[in-house]
């Protein structure tokens, strides 16, 4: 190995360290964060985390943002979008504790099934289905059709739609 070769296979293996680092203080602080009862706020204090996180001085990493928005996904809905390529599973995947589960803190669109008369809250991850609206926002900005018609496609209810 000529000695290019090796710094770059030295980066990358601190890289991998940095991230697993990274990704299971992030999971740590998610597991208490979701036991909230507002899970707006658990979904707010877990983002500043990764913000936090991901700061290393006054110049940010030149892919700050995709991590910043990758750590969540990965720590919240998991290695994937659906149930085939990952979702609710992965190395730092929070879990699917019953605890984390609600839609307490959200606006009532995104809470209830009729926002009108405030029936039929959603008592799924809605902390999860936010994380992945945001997650889908940021990798495929811009005016694609592929996004609603994903969401469209992977989700049942209304509420989560919406997110």
């Known amino acids: 190995m000529n000695n290019t ?11 991998t360290i940095r991230l697993a680092a990274r990704r299971s203080e992030l999971q740590r602080f998610a597991r208490v964060a979701v036991r909230k009862p507002n899970k707006a706020e658990a979904l707010y204090d877990i983002c500043n985390k990764a913000v936090a996180l991901n700061r290393n001085g006054p110049t940010p990493h030149p892919r700050c943002a995709e991590r ?38 959200f606006r009532d669109e995104l809470r209830y099934g009729d926002p009108a008369t405030r029936t039929d809250e959603d008592k799924g991850f809605q902390v999860h289905h936010a994380m992945a609206g945001m997650w889908l926002g940021f990798s495929f900005p811009g005016p694609f059709a592929v996004v609603p018609a994903y969401v469209e496609w992977l989700e049942d209810e209304p509420q989560d739609k919406k997110l």
């Open 68 to 105: 910043i928005i990758d750590d969540p996904r990965a720590v919240i809905v998991g290695d994937g979008m659906t149930n085939d390529t990952g979702r609710g599973r992965g190395k730092y995947y929070v879990g699917g504790d019953a605890a984390f589960r609600g839609a307490e803190g």
């Open 5 to 15: 070769a090796r710094k770059i296979a030295i980066q990358n293996a601190k890289n």
